[in-house]
């Protein structure tokens, strides 16, 4: 029996508390059909012939709707039924973010895998191949090998972690090799196949979150500093011809901030770099200009010879023809240094990122759970486009792929974000962008985050506000459903720009990390003041960068026009897709898609080419979408997604104050299940063949009629308040 106060919450809400989804071939949106029976089936996904974006093994186009997962522990029984679970709401990819060596505790010496972790990812492959979904494998992040292991290693020696070891360390990456030795070659016995030979194994990731670039970088220490010392004076000998050369080019500058204390040893070749602050826009290079430069070329170099080694041996001696992706981290100034890491990516395939949104959440446990007591602020991102993930600047040729991306709680506006997401990275062609993460087979109930600690977990998609907008997102995305367009902006960049460190023409923002930053507002306007051109071209259409001969830049004629902001509006150059950050409404009116997401209420109606949308809704998304790919005027069957805010049972905050503005407090965290805030809104639909509509519960089974009439050629509907999707036909 509900309490008084959750009795109270529910007033205006709806639980959502679906039963297990049993795949009866009765259901009504079942979105499996998208995928192949088999993911592989006509072989390895390649680059398409631009290299920007990928196709099937015959030459296919296609697109991946992803997420992370993390059910490859739970067993083959669990996966398979995971793997129809997503299949149905459109999911065709998937990855695995895993840790190959035995990095725990308990491990053992350097050259050994984690067999655990090799069955888990023969088994995911196993299952996802089945339902039509290629896998993306990760297989090491340096910042979860334990401090045991490492120590038991004697990798690193002296320095404290094994962040920026992989790109220099000989002894490590040799190891390295051998893990992905020992994973890709063994014949995998839940397939018959070696991951090497089985293309359901779509992507190859490098490492994850791993940079000489990053503040990290600073803590490289003793026999470490020394090792990468005498790489970079093997690097300028190279460069200059000797050392004294180079030191006659540097003006006899010592390395401003040296990490580890190091100084310069000319005799020995041992040259100090400075702590990674000096390559930042904070820094006064001053009189080590040169010398700076010059860091910023060898550690970009040392990374892009090391990703272009790891391609090698995947083709060459692994004989794995998997697309590679070097890396996805950020910097330690994204404004400046962001294009020397992609640059870094390029010898590999794929160009990568992880990027986050949220908002201020303070606590004990800020970095995994949500508990009584903890600061926060609801802060949406519809006010501030620049923080949206897809703001990001594009090496021409090649995919780009999020691997990491979530909406966070306590940041309850989020049935934004899968919308969004679709419609901008087809917009500007974002190749892939895998949600974080699955932990169940199916839907997540708001339980305690790790089982002991009352509490609510952060890190997890598998909700009524983020993956039950997955269908309409996903139609929207693998479809092309909303145009992608051309390049408004082309920067072409020099070698010699990149290391000076010069500001790009449209700098984008650093992005939302909401374990390291605290205020992205701050970030969005850096990177406005930076900017030649608006970073709002972001939303306009692709910004793309070139590393080549110095080449007349190119920026749209109609990107100003675009742009307004003084009524705070960005309208998409294709004219589908309009962002009123003033309003904090976005809306989506293409002949195949046509919506509004947000501040419904802005407005008495919203009035698109084929759909017109009245509510009062403070925060909402409802969508509509084709099912028979035909557009919405003549379509015989229309899929209508509605998302809203949904919070815990027994959810309660209450005002608090912070230094940087108003804030909330956690007094109660709730309990199962969510409660889905109503939406009250009647649709419009100029289509003269539909006749009926089909509430569904949230695993697409018909639930009960809607009552239709037909008003001026349209159908006319109120939508039920406690359904995530209704079908018209």
């Known amino acids: ?69 993390y059910v490859a522990g739970l067993g083959m029984s ?68 334990h ?63 791993d940079s000489l670039l990053f503040w990290t970088f600073n803590g490289i220490q003793g026999r470490e500093a020394a090792l990468l010392g005498a790489r970079f004076g093997d690097f300028l000998t190279e460069k200059y011809g000797s050392l004294a050369l180079a030191q006659d080019a540097w003006g006899d500058a010592d390395a401003p901030g040296p990490i580890d204390d190091m100084r310069d040893d000319w005799e020995t070749g041992v040259i100090a770099l400075s702590n990674i602050w000096h390559l930042t826009g904070d820094a006064d290079p001053g009189w080590a200009a040169v010398r700076l430069s010059d860091q910023a070329q060898f550690l970009t170099q040392t990374m892009r010879d090391w990703h272009a080694e790891v391609a090698r041996f995947l083709r060459d001696d692994i004989g794995a023809p998997q697309l590679f992706n070097a890396g996805n981290w950020r910097t330690a100034d994204d404004a400046l240094l962001d294009d020397l890491e992609r640059y870094a990516y390029t010898t590999g395939d794929v160009i990568g990122v992880n990027r986050y949104v949220g908002a201020l959440h303070e606590g004990e446990y800020e970095g ?37 991306t979530l909406w966070v709680p306590p940041m309850w506006e989020q049935s934004e974000g899968p919308i969004l997401m679709a419609a901008y990275q087809a917009l500007t062609g974002i190749d892939v962008s895998y949600w974080f993460a699955a932990g169940d087979t199916q839907w997540r109930a708001p339980q ?27 139609l929207i995305f693998r479809l092309g459903l909303i145009e992608q367009a051309p390049p408004v902006v082309i920067e072409h960049r020099t070698p010699e720009s990149l290391w000076s460190r010069s500001a790009p023409m449209v700098v984008a923002g650093q992005g939302y990390d909401p374990n390291r930053d605290q205020d992205p507002e701050v970030l969005a306007q850096q990177a406005s ?46 004219r589908q897709l ?88 956690v007094t109660a965290f709730g309990e199962a299940p969510w409660q889905i805030d109503n939406v009250d809104a009647t649709l419009s639909i100029r289509n003269t063949g539909l006749s009926r509509a089909t509430a569904l519960d949230a695993n697409g089974m018909a639930t009960e009629s809607v009552a239709v009439s037909q008003r001026n050629g349209a159908l006319v509907l109120t939508l039920p308040t406690d359904a995530l999707y209704v079908v018209i036909d």
Do not use: C
Request: charged share 20%.
């Open 1 to 69: 029996m509900l309490s008084t106060l959750a009795a109270a919450q529910t007033a205006q809400t709806w639980d959502f508390a679906p039963g297990p989804d049993t795949f009866s071939d009765t259901a009504v949106l079942d979105l499996s059909y998208l995928n192949e029976d088999t993911a592989g089936e006509s072989g390895f996904i390649r680059r398409s012939v631009d290299g920007a974006g990928f196709v099937r093994g015959d030459g296919v186009p296609i697109r991946f709707w992803a997420l992370n997962t």
């Open 78 to 145: 669990e996966l398979q039924n995971h793997a129809r679970f997503l299949a149905k709401r459109g999911v065709n990819m998937v990855r695995l973010h895993g840790q190959i060596p035995q990095a725990g505790e308990a491990g053992g010496p350097l050259e050994a895998i984690d067999d655990a972790v090799r069955d888990q990812l023969w088994q995911l492959v196993a299952a996802m191949k089945d339902a039509g979904i290629y896998v993306t494998f990760s297989p090491y992040y340096p910042q979860h090998v």
């Open 147 to 209: 401090a045991e292991a490492a120590r038991r290693w004697q990798v690193p020696e002296d320095s404290p972690g094994l962040t920026g070891m992989i790109y220099f360390d000989p002894v490590l990456q040799d190891a390295y090799k051998g893990w992905l030795r020992e994973t890709l070659v063994p014949v995998n016995p839940y397939t018959g196949l070696a991951l090497k030979d089985d293309p359901a194994l779509a992507i190859i990731q490098m490492q994850n979150e």
């Open 368 to 404: 995994w759970a949500i508990v009584a007591g903890d600061t926060f602020r609801e802060d949406g991102l519809l006010t501030r486009p620049l923080d949206l993930p897809t703001t990001l600047r594009q090496p021409a040729g090649y995919p780009y792929i999020i691997s990491e």
């Open 448 to 474: 305690s985050a790790n089982g002991y600690l009352p509490s609510v977990g952060k890190w997890f998609i598998s909700t009524p506000q983020q993956m039950g907008a997955f269908p309409a997102a996903a």
């Open 529 to 574: 003041q930076m900017s030649q051109v608006s970073p709002f071209s972001f939303l306009v259409g692709p910004v793309q960068v070139v590393f080549d001969s110095d080449t007349a830049n190119y920026v749209h004629p109609d990107l100003d026009a675009l742009i307004d902001t003084d009524r705070r509006v960005l309208t998409s150059l294709t």
């Open 578 to 665: 309009s962002w009123d950050w003033g309003s904090g409404v976005v809306t989506l009116d293409a002949p195949s898609a046509q919506g509004v997401v947000g501040a419904l209420t802005s407005r008495a109606g919203f009035v698109l080419q084929d759909v017109t949308i009245e509510s009062d809704a403070d925060y909402a998304s409802i969508i509509v979408v084709p099912l028979d790919g035909e557009p919405i005027a003549t379509a015989s069957r229309l899929l209508v997604q509605v998302n809203s805010i949904a919070r815990p049972t027994g959810w309660r905050a209450e005002p608090a104050d912070h230094e940087s503005g108003p804030a909330q407090k």
